[in-house]
């Protein structure tokens, strides 16, 4: 008999998933804690580097901080765990050092690559919780004190944070939210370029996410003139020169 998982179990699985914004104020067990830790880290990862580390935040006046540096999100607070994911390359430079090497010069490299490390094993901790019955938010809001939360965990240069991760008990199931039509997200041998009838059937596939119904308000919240990724542009920069991570 096989010992794989039914193909039906995983994409069931997959397909429950939702993104958590109200948690139980009850803490997790530490078995089951460890097991999430354990399974992100047999994560894939960049020639063999492991380029991430994770900083658990239990410090319940350091969660409140970073919960309002990222836009008074409750549940950063209420989640039974909250991480720091960080993109680290610190420790590389450490281990070269450690028998007399140097670290190359290549910053943005490092960036691309430590992010995508830390984010396959984020992703693989959140697909074990959500196994276990937790409910996971990321929180990219994080970036909104980059500066200030690499000063408070100390964060040597090397390694700076990408986003925030809760895991806890559900306290709501809120409905799925819609995605924009496949066809224009996964292309074959070459890009497509959208035309005007794709993007407006974009725009009615994601009008229920929003309350306006209308997913423009969103996107132009976030990624217009003076919108937040904009805001987090100089301050991100910033910080990737205090930390190492830019000429």
């Excluded at 429950?16 to 992100?40: S, V």
């Excluded at 409905?175 to 070459?190: F, S």
Aim: proline letters at 6%; one cysteine or more; aromatic letters at 8%.
């Amino acid at each position: 008999m096989s010992n794989t998982t039914a193909p039906n179990e995983v994409i069931s699985l997959i397909d429950r998933h939702r993104t958590i914004r109200a948690f139980r104020d009850e803490p997790m067990p530490a078995d089951h804690l460890q097991l999430i830790i354990d399974a992100g880290r047999k994560a894939p990862t960049d020639a063999t580097a492991q380029m991430y580390s994770f900083i658990r935040i239990t410090d319940p006046d350091l969660r409140k901080l970073i919960a309002e540096l990222a836009g008074g999100q409750a549940h950063v607070v209420r989640a039974s765990e909250f991480f720091i994911v960080c993109a680290d390359v610190h420790r590389i430079a450490r281990m070269l050092e450690h028998r007399g090497e140097k670290m190359g010069h290549w910053p943005r490299v490092a960036i691309h690559f430590a992010v995508a490390d830390a984010t396959l094993v984020a992703q693989t901790m959140v697909i074990a919780a959500e196994s276990l019955g937790y409910g996971i938010c990321y929180i990219g809001g994080v970036l909104n004190g980059i500066d200030v939360i690499s000063r408070e965990l100390k964060l040597p240069v090397g390694v700076l944070p990408a986003y925030g991760l809760c895991i806890g008990i559900p306290n709501e199931y809120p409905n799925r939210r819609p995605r924009v039509p496949q066809h224009l997200v996964v292309m074959e041998n070459q890009y497509v370029e959208p035309s005007a009838a794709d993007l407006d059937e974009a725009y009615t596939a994601m009008a229920p996410i929003t309350r306006s119904g209308d997913w423009f308000a969103v996107l132009q919240r976030y990624f217009a003139p003076g919108g937040t990724m904009e805001q987090r542009e100089v301050l991100y920069r910033e910080t990737l020169k205090q930390q190492g991570l830019e000429d």
